[in-house]
């Protein structure tokens, strides 16, 4: 349990990942905002209608690009720390260009936390250096609707068209491209059917050295599809805006 | 050029690391302390004697694990932004226990860069959750004193015992102890001709996945004992301290 008792927070989407967050933490204030759903969640308060609530200082988005797309720009409005999970909304160039140019005047701290992977530490700290990353990402075929035996590559290409394909998959290769350049940015998935869990590997070249971090979550008991580790990202990224002690 | 001109700071060490962060950014205000060094360097305070400047907002350390044992405990009597980089004098456990009793009532906010690596983002996220890391450091034999041609392992143990015997090569463990207890890291470094470059490999069991970063820097132009890794991480926690965005 995370003791973070002087924050007043906003959730934008309370399913898996936000539940989960909600059960780990212990804020003053929690207001909740979900399109398709109010569940009975003790000590909440469903907003009706999405706005900021003046007394929130911390927004946290767990809930899916089209939900960035469509509140971030009141979210932008506000004097908050704004917590984004959601970065495949980033993948449209047009909404990408409209945010930073509205971030530009905003009030508001913008945090990515590494969701299901890491090295994003090092990437920002190089990310001016970078010539090129590549973002493989492999699956099982049945969770990429295919039935195959062995290996194949499914796709290769930029996040921009991967977002198009893969709109669900591609918060990571997003938040790479935010922090590399999009264009820097090359993703290849396969299908492999010797995996049991899904194995993302992040190569960088840079001009201050070589990167390769391979990353196999294991998923999450409650909800397969997602990892506790994007839920840990996020507490980590909470704590370190009230702890004696940031990593990274 | 990093612009953080509303930033008054004090640099402890101006050896390769502090000139090339002094080079790379604009602050309001820099004082600066080296034992063993007064260079003349442009619109720089020299302090004769330790001590934190009441004006000062942030203290950069990048000198020695000799003087972070030294200063801290002065630095942490001042409500400051505290950057560590040499965190192998944490290895040493009746300083870490002492440094870490007196931040409880310390007015300071501690920040250890990622350093030489990176993937800190994701240790720390799921540090409750970690069972053992392994930190293989491979270097060219020259780079360890030896005189032997394919691979062999010079060392094999824990973060304390690779201090005592490498206490210039071990910030890198000791910064992952700090993470995830010194207790679950093992250190292992390996003597490898082929290498032309240093290699940290570490790998991280944990309950919810397992993870592998794979770095390989190239040494600074100007000095190539140090990365400028190591640079480029100081700078990006400096400009998390004032930037809108913030990744990892």
């Excluded at 980033?90 to 009030?107: C, G, N, Q, W």
């Excluded at 890491?118 to 039935?147: C, F, M, Q």
């Excluded at 396969?190 to 993302?200: C, I, P």
């Amino acid at each position: 349990m995370l003791g973070v008792k002087t924050m007043r927070v906003l959730i934008i989407g309370v399913g898996n990942i936000g539940k989960q967050i909600l059960k780990m933490t212990h804020f003053e204030k929690v207001y909740a905002f979900d399109k398709f759903r109010k569940d009975h969640i003790p000590d909440i308060h469903w907003l009706e209608e999405f706005h900021v609530p003046e007394d929130v200082d911390t927004v946290i988005e767990c809930a899916s690009p089209e939900a960035v797309k469509e509140y971030s720009s009141q979210i932008l409005k506000s004097p908050v720390n704004y917590l984004i999970i959601s970065t495949s909304a980033f993948a449209d160039r047009v909404f990408r260009e409209s945010f930073f140019e509205e971030l530009k005047v905003s009030p508001a701290k913008v945090f990515f936390p590494s969701g299901a992977i890491g090295g994003l530490d090092l990437l920002a700290a190089v990310r001016k250096n970078i010539h090129r990353v590549i973002i493989e990402t492999r699956k099982h075929p049945k969770s990429l609707g295919i039935n195959i035996e062995g290996e194949t590559t499914v796709f290769e290409g930029s996040v921009e068209e991967a977002a198009k394909l893969f709109p669900r998959n591609i918060n990571i290769a997003s938040t790479v491209g935010l922090i590399a350049g999009f264009e820097k940015v090359k993703v290849i998935i396969k299908a492999d059917s010797s995996l049991s869990n899904n194995v993302h590997i992040i190569s960088v070249i840079s001009d201050v050295g070589k990167y390769e971090f391979r990353i196999e979550n294991l998923p999450s008991p409650e909800n397969p599809k997602t990892s506790m580790v994007t839920v840990y990202s996020i507490l980590k990224t909470i704590e370190s805006l009230n702890s004696k002690i940031v990593f990274g």
